[in-house]
């Protein structure tokens, strides 16, 4: 299939690849980092190898859905006409588009949870671990903060994923409405958009309530305002 040209297509198709390129080069960043604080000396100048810690372990498998849900959405731009006009797309087109949809609603939870996650065990590392030995502020109210946080996202994650999975009877009656209009199945229209606002909803409140994590931490620290303003900026584009 040729690469859209009518439409919002090829922008779309380009936007994707834009955000390919950012994700991939921040992970070779990131694995460039971790190489070289694995190989950094202690404080007793030995050189050893630190652990791979589970944040970083589901941050890779984001990556992985990530890599999925682009590979789904960018067939789904050639093939199956998303950002077209509907006169300029076929029956086939039609049915690939809705497979799109449908798929990468399936992803996208799976996606939010597994990098929520991993940003989650970060600041856990960061701001409860390594303080138990040096002052930090308000521990218990970032530690409740960041459970909180990790339940709400799993719990509603779940139930957008369980509605994207059942919003049709069979699931496949999504997409073949369309190839087979005689197909027997029914499909929900509210099911879904509600699920989406309220993890919508609990997306944007833990991003902020995790932004929040590396400014309550560091407040009443010693760290010098430049440093600290520098660390809570870098903690906090992990949220993002």
Not at 224 to 233: C, E, G, N, V
């Given at each position: 299939m040729p690469f859209p040209t009518s439409g919002k297509g090829l922008e779309l198709l380009i936007i994707q690849i834009c955000c390919g390129i950012v994700v991939y080069v921040s992970v070779c960043l990131r694995l460039w980092a971790?190489?070289?604080?694995?190989?950094?000396?202690?404080l007793h100048n030995k050189i050893t190898t630190r652990k791979v810690s589970l944040h970083?372990?589901?941050?890779?498998?984001?990556?992985?859905?990530?890599?999925?849900?682009?590979?789904?959405?960018?067939?789904?731009?050639?093939e199956g006409g998303i950002g077209q006009h509907g006169n300029d797309i076929d029956q086939t087109e039609i049915?690939?588009?809705?497979?799109?949809?449908?798929?990468?609603?399936?992803?996208?939870?799976?996606?939010?949870?597994?990098?929520?996650?991993?940003?989650?065990?970060?600041?856990?590392?960061?701001y409860i671990v390594k303080f138990q030995t040096r002052e930090a502020t308000n521990r218990r109210y970032i530690q409740?903060?960041?459970?909180?946080?990790?339940?709400?996202?799993?719990?509603?994650s779940n139930v957008f994923l369980s509605a994207s999975i059942f919003?049709?009877?069979?699931?496949?009656?999504?997409?073949?409405?369309?190839?087979?209009?005689?197909s027997e199945?029914?499909?929900?229209?509210?099911?879904?958009?509600?699920?989406?606002?309220?993890?919508?909803?609990?997306?944007a409140a833990s991003d902020w309530a995790l932004a929040s994590v590396p400014?309550?931490?560091?407040?009443?620290?010693?760290i010098?305002?430049?440093?600290?303003?520098?660390?809570?900026?870098l903690s906090s584009l992990g949220v993002v």
């Open positions: 971790q190489h070289i604080n694995r190989k950094r000396p202690s970083d372990v589901l941050m890779h498998v984001s990556v992985f859905f990530y890599t999925v849900q682009a590979v789904i959405v960018i067939r789904g731009i050639i049915t690939i588009g809705f497979q799109t949809w449908y798929f990468g609603e399936l992803i996208y939870p799976v996606l939010s949870c597994f990098t929520k996650t991993s940003v989650i065990l970060f600041l856990q590392q960061a409740w903060v960041l459970y909180i946080c990790l339940c709400a996202i799993w719990t509603s919003q049709c009877s069979p699931p496949s009656h999504y997409w073949m409405q369309f190839e087979d209009p005689s199945g029914t499909c929900s229209k509210s099911i879904v958009p509600t699920a989406g606002i309220v993890l919508s909803i609990v997306t400014i309550v931490a560091l407040t009443k620290t010693q010098p305002w430049r440093k600290k303003a520098a660390i809570q900026a």
